[in-house]
């Protein structure tokens, strides 16, 4: 794309797509991201104004006639280049357990707009009214203690519920362990009778994004204790003998610049996806991002106008994946390539081949199919 002084500060999407999106195939976010084969089930997706609610979250506002303010994230759509790393983060988004996402970069090469930007395409959640963990009612087995004895029920005896934005909580780098994990109010506990509990950071972030800045640079205690708890699902707090206990399972995506510091193995041993976002990028792709950034700055509708169609079709996208995920199976031969090549790599442990399994999974329902295919477990 040729840049010349008396270029329009706004361009067009007819002029940028080319050189912005060069690999992206039409209504497709990424370059290999074909439509679902499948249309069986149908799904809508529909964008509302949002408002701030209790635990976190954000409850969707029901009138459509509000106008948005505050900061405005970078769209993931909008992101030159860094196909790889943006394929990662919707097959997170389509499955959160699938082991967390950890990005390497230097400073400047979009690791934590990539991660807001996944947030902004995240459909939104269910959850029961009054939970302080964005509990699931169509799992009252996670519930948090003492969720079942306060749920509320409308007039027809279902449970009252409420739609709300998927939660992006990021973890500052100075976080206590009382402020990461909740803790009880013993004194208030005592007076009540019932355990009286003051949610952390973990409960904000159940069914939601869960962000680590600088990973390489938190204190180990505190990432060692939050490993576990997204390794259990659960996060169990004790203190002078009163307990509390509630499920912990967002889509952990960590970012860090190795110039600042490696990341230690342990940490790494134990998230599912690891990638560089330090690729090289041709002169046209460099012209590209610095245009699009410059017109984001300047005039961000015309770029949220511009990639509307492909943010929605990736919403679109993540929904239905979802679905298909539940009937995705992978054979025992299958398993066993993937063993093989953990064995070929060195690997120690189990992990590297659960994770594949996951992700291939993932891919397979992300292209709307039953059945894991060779690619599939290539990719992963």
Known sequence: M???????????????????????????????YPKPKRVQRRFVVRASATLESSNGAIVAEESGNSTSYGRQFFPLAAVVGQDAIKTALLLGAIDREIGGIAISGKRGTAKTVMARGLHAILP????????????????????????????EYDSAGNIKTQIVRSPFVQIPLGVTEDRLVGSVDVEESVKTGTTVFQPGLLAEAHRGVLYVDEINLLDEGISNLLLNVLTEGVNIVEREGISFRHPCKP???????????????????????????????????????????????????????????????AKTQIILAREYLKDVSISRDQLKYLVMEALRGGCQGHRAEIYASRVAKCLTALEGREKVTVDDLKKA
């Not at 912005?20 to 990424?30: D, M, V």
């Open 2 to 32: 040729a840049v010349s002084p008396t270029a329009p500060h706004c361009y067009s999407l007819s002029t940028l797509h080319s050189s912005l999106f060069p690999s992206f195939k039409p209504r497709s976010i990424i370059s290999f």
């Open 251 to 313: 889509l952990l995506i960590a970012t860090y610049n190795p110039e600042e510091g490696a990341v230690r193995e342990h940490l790494l041993d134990r998230i599912a996806i690891n990638l560089s976002a330090d690729l090289p990028m041709n002169f046209e792709d460099r012209v590209a991002a610095v245009g699009i950034a410059t017109q984001f700055q300047e005039c961000s509708n015309e770029v949220f106008k511009m990639v509307e169609e492909e943010t929605e079709y």
């Open 124 to 151: 939104p959640i269910d959850v029961v009214v009054g939970s302080i963990a964005n509990a699931d009612p169509t799992h009252p087995e996670e519930w948090e203690d003492g969720l079942a004895e306060q749920v």
